[in-house]
């Protein structure tokens, strides 16, 4: 009862959120010093003030602010996102064809961060102060310090120029068929329809941008995994398993671990929030066809309406991650059920 | 044990994960393609609409000059317009009325003939959508079908480039039936009311040689051959083109032999490509021209609208380093009429044009005989490739020389530059232009009183000869004296504008030297329809 | 310095830190003098030369020394990260202490405000402010510090809100000391390490955010020298390695020290805090 009535109040300020992040993105958009009139018609077009008049009627740029915004409002409450100026589709078609692609790069570096991470951080807690703690700790720290824009490019020359050993950019090979369209993820529309060599070759090419994008997290859950593990390893119900004559390490982590999951569950989840803002640098590097690189896009072209629905998007990942692990806690950690 | 057991399996997970995508590449190549292979052309892309009714972008003609027909094309190579839906046409005497013939073979993908009511819609949806495109039909007062096969346009006046305009893509004829149907609309209410954008954005109603067959932003685009082509059917079935934006990537991709087509190297590339067999490069000029902009009005230009210090910043560019930065096959042409176009001169020796004494002098003369200093706008946009900071950059260590400091402002071109620059309030900054449509009347817009003339403060009462050109130029239906009078316009503003065309740049494109055909052809395309194995 | 080396044997990490930021921090300063040559001056006849001889990193696309760049491009980049730290840092706390100490619905308020903030996406917020205002050194860090301060505003509020219960606090009311009295002379010098804390984790986190900005090309106009833009400048063109690799090298080594000696500082102030900055 009291999980159903705390998710209910959670959703409720996520429509409050919402409606705050698009009031601010509307506003934002309109401190521009111009508007989106000269970044889309030519300068031929500017000069025939017709056309210019025709443009700012089909946008509606000539109604007043306050009548902008209560369209715009009005619209979302519907989930109209409204049309793309860059690419005159509706948003919500350009974020549904974009999302999927986004979600599959996001999924596997989590895993890869999730895997790694945990695993390091086990290993450098029950290793505490060892040279090999010391080397974890220091991967987990360049995890975290390398700028990713900068490690894609490395990665790109090393494993596909240099050694060709990966494929190149973007989501299969240009000669592979995407397998047909049900979820827009290829490995898993792959799987559902048994087409191999689709998943094959997706999987080849979400390796690079997962590892790029996944090496902060991963740096990130390797310290929590590792401090909070020393921090239950530590406390004072192991050292009563250990007094009782509990005396094989391997089992004591395992218990820890279950003690030490809610930091690195909360850190999984703050990563999974900012991969998708962390997106737009790996996405054009890898020329993804993502959110990341919609937003782009979206933002050197001052596409409003499109800037708006990213922003949205996201922020409703953010909230529905928050919420899921909240919920989480619970049922990992009964206590906290009823204090949150 | 059960640390280890966990330890284990993450390794085997991320090994397993690692060697199925380690093959996961070689397959598929060697399976697929044994068919009938697409031909794959990676691109920088700039569109993002392939309706005839929108399209504005450079590289957007490739794809519609292959799905649609136009009353006349260009082919590659050619200097002349030449006839396609057209057989013939006639100008009355005044040179207002243009009566096209057109050929009876033509049909549509969808089977429909091509008729003169199909250009009537086309001609009449392209103006009522006053989009970027309805800017090329400036001029078009009415079009009239006469009958089937005959129609005629009536211009509001004369206009000697009207047949080169109507190869570009605002132009193209599309299946009335099929765009009626998916909501298209011609009439004075098309703004609004028209929505036929979206598929023809990922389908296509034309008469040309492919149809498009699907078109996902930021991914890529796919064109099979339309089978009932009336003319001579090309060699590949399909074409996709795909998105890569970035030229590593690209030049990576041909090397390997996943792509067949390169569309955007760099010169810094070109070295990396010489050991490499199995590849060619197509090096070519382009109709792009670099320019610098100095304001003629002191309230914007400030000191640059010092004649003397335009003068002197003309002499201070070092031409000869700008050509090896912008790359092999860069030329510096003497005015803003692109060389190449009729009325055009020989590009100028950009060493000798370089005079660093001659702007020092000029400079002395001018109210600023100490040098001054003065920020220098510049946006975000990068032509061919170079971003246009880089050339602000050069500039500014040109300038330094004679004892003019600039300060460099860079700008985004849609968050204040693009607004300032058509209000003709930015007084001093490098930028770029690509014409409209591939006849030099399009540069007649840098003349004083033109509205790109004007946005340097070049009015037409500065010298109202020159502006008196314009009007001359388009009107001048005959095309010998219409060179003359470009020539003398070339002549005119080569030393004396506040333009500085610093260069007409290159374009590199490498493709597998398997493939026959591959040309670069103005404007900015590719003859897709011309390549074959 | 026998305590330095006592540091080393306790904490590698930190000690590492602090050695890798000084050396940065002195070359930030020393630029000019350090730089073997003018960063700025161009010379197109030696363009994207490769490493050795007199330039030591190569050149880059307009014949300027590579070396000569990093070393002046350590400069805006520290003073990014220190600017955008200290502003968020001020601006949050003061923020998160008001909501804080006055609690009930105004507490909620402004907090639902700083989490909206937070659920932004952090770099399209940045881009999108960065387009909108032009982009140049200052609306870049501007950009930074709206996009960082709620996360020092949440973490001053919750501190801030456990001190209000301490005992301390209410005998001092008691006494009759006034809101800000509290405020200034009770709450912020205990709320104080807390922000430290995280400000010194933060430092590496806005020197790789500012470089990512000025590799999307909203950072400090050209030609001056600065890591990220560098980076982008050299992408351009693989064969051309050094010159993207070396300003990357930077960053990284950069981000690296910040985050040894966050790392440091958090197990010294404060060990029992540390699941909260995780």
């Known amino acids: ?340 | 044990m059960k640390k280890k057991g966990l330890l284990l399996t993450c390794v085997l997970l991320v090994l397993s994960i690692a060697s199925i995508s380690a093959k996961g590449d070689a397959e598929p190549a060697s399976e697929q393609a044994a068919m009938n292979a697409p031909l794959v052309i990676a691109i920088e892309p700039d569109y993002f609409t392939f309706d005839p009714g929108y399209a504005y972008e450079l590289y957007a003609p490739m794809v519609i000059g292959v799905v649609y027909d136009n009353l006349f094309e260009f082919t590659s190579g050619a200097a002349a317009p030449m006839p396609q839906l057209a057989e013939s046409y006639t100008v009355s005497d005044d040179g207002l009325v243009y009566t096209f013939k057109l050929r009876k073979d033509a049909a549509f993908v969808s089977g429909n003939s091509v008729t003169a009511t199909d250009v009537k819609f086309s001609f009449d949806r392209a103006i009522n959508l006053k989009s970027n495109a309805s800017a090329l039909l400036d001029g078009v007062v009415s079009i009239d079908v006469i009958d089937d096969n005959t129609v005629s346009i009536t211009l509001g006046k004369a206009d000697s480039a009207f047949i080169s305009k109507t190869t570009s893509t605002a132009y193209a004829v599309l299946d009335s039936a099929v765009v009626i149907e998916h909501g298209g609309v011609s009439d004075a209410s098309a703004a609004q009311t028209d929505s036929a954008q979206n598929y023809l954005d990922h389908q296509s109603a034309g008469s040309g040689p492919y149809t498009l067959k699907s078109f996902t932003a930021d991914d890529k685009l796919v064109m099979v051959r339309n089978e009932n082509y009336w003319g001579d059917l090309p060699a590949f079935e399909t074409i996709i083109i795909q998105d890569m934006p970035d030229e590593n990537a690209q030049l990576l991709a041909v090397k390997a032999g996943d792509i067949d087509i390169a569309f955007n190297l760099s010169s810094d590339q070109l070295s990396q490509l010489d050991s490499i067999e199995g590849v060619q490069i197509i090096s070519s000029t382009t109709m792009t021209m670099g320019f610098i902009m100095m304001h003629s009005d002191p309230e914007i230009g400030m000191q640059v609208s010092d004649p003397y210090v335009q003068k002197a910043i003309r002499y201070a560019v070092n031409y000869k380093e700008l050509q090896t930065l912008i790359g092999a096959g860069t030329i510096t042409p003497e005015s803003f009429i692109q060389v190449g176009f009729i009325g055009s001169k020989d590009p100028i020796d950009p060493a000798s044009q370089t005079d660093l004494t001659k702007a020092k002098d000029m400079l002395s003369k001018s109210a600023y005989p100490d040098g001054f200093s003065i920020d220098f706008r510049v946006c975000d946009l990068a032509p061919e490739g170079i971003p246009l900071t880089l050339i602000a950059e050069k500039i500014k260590s040109d300038l330094e020389k004679i004892d003019i400091s600039i300060n460099i402002v860079q700008e985004t071109w849609g968050g204040g530059f693009g607004d300032a620059y058509r209000n003709r309030t930015v007084g001093f900054t490098a930028m770029y232009w690509g014409p409209d449509y591939n006849d030099p009347n399009t540069q007649l817009a840098f003349l004083p009183g033109q509205y790109v003339g004007l946005r340097a403060g070049w009015t037409a009462d500065m010298n109202p000869a020159l502006a008196a050109m314009y009007d001359t130029i388009v009107a001048e239906t005959d095309n010998n004296v219409r060179t003359g009078f470009i020539e003398d316009v070339v002549t005119e503003t080569g030393e004396d504008s506040p333009f500085i065309v610093y260069a007409q740049y290159p374009k590199y494109i490498a493709a597998s030297s398997m493939l026959k055909g591959v040309e670069y052809s103005n404007l900015y395309r590719l003859d897709l329809a011309e390549i074959s194995k | 310095m026998k305590k330095f080396l006592n540091l080393f044997r306790t904490n590698l990490f930190l000690a590492m830190g602090i050695i890798i930021c000084a050396v940065w921090i002195i070359t930030a300063v020393f630029a000019n003098q350090l730089a073997p040559q003018d960063p700025l001056a161009q010379d197109i006849s030696i363009r994207l030369q490769a490493p050795g001889g007199d330039h030591w990193f190569g050149t880059d696309s307009l014949g300027r020394d590579v070396f000569s760049r990093v070393i002046a491009g350590a400069k805006i980049s520290i003073f990014a990260g220190l600017i955008t730290v200290v502003s968020a840092a001020v601006i949050g706390s003061i923020y998160g202490g008001i909501a804080g100490y006055a609690g009930g619905i105004i507490d909620d308020v402004m907090m639902r405000f700083a989490e909206m903030v937070l659920a932004f996406p952090a770099l399209i917020l940045a881009m999108t402010i960065g387009a909108v205002l032009g982009s140049s050194l200052y609306n870049t860090l501007f950009a930074l510090v709206i996009v960082a301060w709620p996360t020092y505003a949440r973490i001053m509020r919750s501190v801030v809100i456990s001190i209000k219960e301490n005992d301390y606090i209410e005998s001092s009311r008691a006494i009759g000391s006034s809101n800000m009295r509290i405020l200034i002379h009770q709450i912020l010098p205990n709320a104080i390490g807390s922000v430290l804390i995280l400000a010194t984790l933060d430092i590496g986190n806005q020197i790789l955010f500012f470089s990512t900005l000025s590799f999307l090309g909203l950072g400090t106009p050209p030609p001056d020298p600065e890591w990220g833009s560098m980076i982008s400048a050299g992408m351009k063109n693989f064969n051309s390695w050094w010159i993207s690799t070396f300003p990357g090298l930077g960053i990284l080594t950069m981000a690296v020290g910040a985050n040894f000696i966050g790392d440091g500082v958090r197990d010294i102030l404060d060990p029992k805090l540390r699941k909260n900055f995780n």
């Open chain 1, 1 to 340: 009862m009291g999980t159903l009535i705390f998710t209910i109040k959670r959703l409720a300020y996520l429509i409050l959120l919402l409606f705050g992040v698009a009031t601010c993105v509307f506003f934002i958009s309109k401190m521009v010093p111009g508007d989106a009139v000269s970044a889309y018609l030519s300068p031929r077009s500017l000069a025939n003030p017709d056309i210019v008049a025709a443009f700012k009627e089909k946008w509606g740029l000539n109604d007043s602010l306050w009548v902008q915004y209560l369209n715009y409002m009005t619209n979302l409450v519907k989930l109209d996102l409204g049309v793309s100026i860059r690419t005159g589709n509706p948003v919500v078609e350009e974020l549904g064809r974009s999302y999927p692609a986004t979600m599959e790069l996001a999924f596997f570096s989590i895993l890869f961060a999730s895997i790694m991470g945990i695993l390091f951080g086990i290993v450098s807690a029950t290793k505490r102060n060892s040279f090999i703690d010391q080397w974890l700790r220091a991967i987990s720290v360049t995890g975290v310090s390398i700028p990713s824009f900068w490690f894609a490019i490395i990665v790109l020359f090393i494993f596909y120029s240099k050694l060709g050993w990966a494929p190149g950019i973007g989501r299969l090979s240009l000669r592979v068929s995407p397998p047909e369209h049900i979820s827009g993820m290829y490995v898993l529309d792959g799987l559902l329809t048994g087409n191999i060599i689709a998943v094959k070759d997706a999987l080849a090419h979400l390796i690079l941008p997962a590892i790029v994008l996944g090496s902060f997290t991963m740096g990130l859950i390797t310290r929590t995994t590792r401090s909070s593990l020393l921090e239950t390893l530590s406390s004072d119900y192991i050292r009563t398993a250990r007094a009782k004559g509990l005396t094989d390490r391997g089992i004591m982590v395992v218990h820890a671990f279950g003690n030490a999951a809610i930091p690195v569950l909360t850190v999984i989840g703050v990563g999974f929030g900012n991969l998708l803002g962390g997106m737009v640098v790996v996405e054009k590097i890898f020329a993804w066809p993502g959110v990341g690189q919609f937003a782009y896009q979206s933002v050197l072209g001052l596409d409003f309406p499109a800037i708006i629905g990213v922003s949205l998007l996201i922020a409703v990942n953010y909230a529905v991650i928050n919420l899921i692990i909240d919920l989480l806690y619970g049922v990992i950690d009964p206590r906290v059920r009823v204090s949150r």
